[in-house]
C-alpha cells in the first residue's frame, strides 16, 4: 500500500539558516510526490511536485525538494529560512499506477524559524 | 477563479443537530476530496468524488455522515445527528491533474 512518512513531528531552525523537512514514501511503482504547506486556520496550499525528470524539484517561497529513489525520500529543504515559513508542511504520494488523484498524506512536520 | 469555496467559514451547533457543509470546486476540476483534520488524528480523508460520482468512502466515520455531489459545481457533507466528537475543521479540495487545491475549510464545533 502507499504510504508517506514525516518523521518529525517539528523542525526548529534559526532564520537565516537552512532547513530541511523530511519526507519518505512507499510505493508499489513510481511515484508521484508532492509537498503542500499550512498557514494557521488556512487550507493547505501547493508548493511542489515531482513526476519525473530532474531529481531537484523547485517550488514556491524559494522551496525545493530533493527526490531520492535508493533512499526513497523526498526531503523538502530551502537554503535561508524566514520567519514567515513557520507553518505546517504535509508530504503527500499519488501512485500513478491507481491512475486516481487521490493523495496520501503524511501527518505533517511543524516548522518553527525562530528571529 | 476564486478557488475552492467552502461554507460557512464556522459552524457551532448542539449535539443531535443536523450540520451541512457546503463546498464549490474550482471549474474544470474533475475530482472532489473531503477531508476531516484534527490535533489527535491529523488530515483524514472521509470521501472523493471524480466526475461527481463516489469514488471511496472508505474514510466516513460512521452512518452519520454523508455527501453528495449533485453537479460538477457543488457538493455537501452532511452529518445528522451531529456528536461532539465530529467537532473538526473540515476542508474541501478539488483537483485536476494532480495537484490539489484546498477550501479554507469549515470549523465545526459540536457543544
Known amino acids: 500500500a502507499q504510504s508517506v512518512a514525516q518523521p518529525e513531528d517539528q523542525v526548529n531552525v534559526a532564520e537565516g539558516n537552512p532547513l530541511t523537512v523530511k519526507c519518505t514514501y512507499s510505493?508499489?511503482?513510481?511515484?508521484?510526490l508532492f509537498w503542500y504547506v499550512q498557514y494557521p486556520n488556512r487550507g493547505l496550499q501547493f508548493l511542489l511536485k515531482?513526476?519525473?525528470?530532474?531529481?531537484l524539484v523547485k517550488g514556491s517561497y524559494g522551496f525545493e525538494a530533493e527526490f531520492n529513489k535508493s533512499q526513497t525520500s523526498f526531503h523538502l529543504k530551502k537554503p535561508s529560512a524566514l520567519v514567515s515559513d513557520s507553518a505546517l508542511y504535509f508530504c503527500?504520494?499519488?501512485?500513478?499506477?491507481?491512475?486516481?488523484?487521490?493523495?496520501?498524506f503524511g501527518t505533517g512536520t511543524r516548522l518553527q524559524v525562530f528571529p | 477563479d476564486a478557488g475552492v469555496i467552502q461554507s460557512p467559514r464556522h459552524e457551532v451547533t448542539e449535539m443531535g443537530q443536523e450540520v451541512t457543509l457546503r463546498c464549490k470546486p474550482i471549474?474544470?476540476?474533475?475530482?472532489l476530496f473531503w477531508y476531516r483534520q484534527t490535533m489527535m488524528r491529523g488530515l483524514e480523508l472521509l470521501i472523493y468524488?471524480?466526475?461527481?460520482?463516489?469514488?471511496?468512502d472508505s474514510g466516513m466515520p460512521e452512518d452519520r455522515f454523508s455527501a453528495k455531489m449533485p453537479n460538477a459545481s457543488f457538493s455537501t457533507l452532511k452529518i445528522q445527528p451531529s456528536e461532539p466528537r465530529d467537532s473538526a475543521v473540515y476542508f474541501c479540495?478539488?483537483?485536476?491533474?494532480?495537484?490539489?487545491?484546498f477550501g479554507q475549510g469549515t470549523r465545526l464545533t459540536v457543544v
Open positions: 479540495a478539488s483537483s485536476s491533474l494532480g495537484i490539489a487545491f
Open positions: 471549474s474544470g476540476h474533475d475530482y
Open positions: 510505493v508499489s511503482g513510481n511515484p508521484y
Open positions: 515531482y513526476i519525473t525528470g530532474d531529481n
Open positions: 468524488f471524480n466526475n461527481n460520482v463516489p469514488i471511496d
Open positions: 503527500a504520494v499519488r501512485d500513478p499506477d491507481y491512475n486516481t488523484d487521490k493523495l496520501i
